[in-house]
């Protein structure tokens, strides 16, 4: 069965540190991958999404960059973080182009 | 006016009620259509998928599309103090090229089964 794993569960970065996210899949290969922010009362927003290794398609303008090195690898990084990165950040593959299955998730907060 | 509407609630119901939790949206070209669970601090997990209109049913589950009406719902029979969580609709269809599908997320609402 497939797993996904991400790490770290959570996170307290000040205000201008880098960030590093990371997202792993098992048990599939070739997967399309995701990564998605809830803030509080916004719901879920699309960042990024992957459907291959290097490609990359952002969805929101922002100081966030995302890199697939591997196939079922994703990872999410800031060179300087903002206080409105704080909230909670899940990554998500899927078999295809329907179905979405999350991760645990990372609770970022930026002080 | 958003694409995907869905109440907030907070919702209160008791052990063993009928819960209806419903999402509405614009886009007529959504097809497919997801409820997802989502319990505090941790990810969503996908409860649901169905295609199209239709009725789909899983255990005490129940999704309902009606695509005439830009409507779906997800019933909850015999509700259990297990099911409170956040309950999150998405939806998703061609976009104006026709090749990449991404997940239209409702805001979510959150469910408190009392015992």
């Known amino acids: 069965s497939q797993t996904i794993h991400q790490w770290p569960a959570t996170l307290v970065q000040p205000v201008g540190s880098p960030l590093s996210l990371e997202c792993t899949v098992e048990?599939?290969?070739?997967?399309?991958l995701y990564w998605y922010r809830q803030a509080a009362g916004r719901g879920l927003q699309l960042l990024f999404y992957?459907?291959?290794?290097?490609?990359i398609s952002s969805e929101v303008p922002q100081n966030l960059s995302a890199s697939r090195p591997q196939d079922r690898q994703f990872i999410l990084s800031s060179k300087k973080l903002l206080l409105s990165d704080s909230g909670f950040y899940l990554c998500?593959?899927?078999?295809?182009?329907?179905?979405?299955?999350f991760g645990p998730g990372t609770r970022l907060t930026v002080t | 006016q958003k694409e995907v509407e869905q109440d907030p609630g907070p919702l209160s119901v008791p052990e063993g009620a009928i819960v209806s939790l419903n999402c509405t949206y614009s886009n007529s070209a959504f097809q497919y259509f997801m409820w997802y669970r989502q319990y505090s601090r941790k990810g969503p997990e996908l409860l649901m998928y169905?295609?199209?209109?239709g009725n789909k049913e899983d255990g005490r589950f129940t999704a309902q599309v009606d695509k005439s009406s830009k409507y779906i719902s997800l019933f909850i029979r015999d509700s259990q103090p297990s099911d409170s969580a956040t309950y999150l609709c998405a939806m998703s269809g061609p976009n104006s090229g026709g090749s990449n599908y991404k997940l239209t997320f409702g805001k979510g609402t959150l469910l408190t089964v009392n015992p």
């Open positions: 998500a593959w899927g078999p295809g182009l329907i179905e979405q299955y």
């Open positions: 169905t295609y199209s209109s």
């Open positions: 048990g599939t290969s070739n997967p399309n």
């Open positions: 992957s459907v291959g290794i290097g490609q």
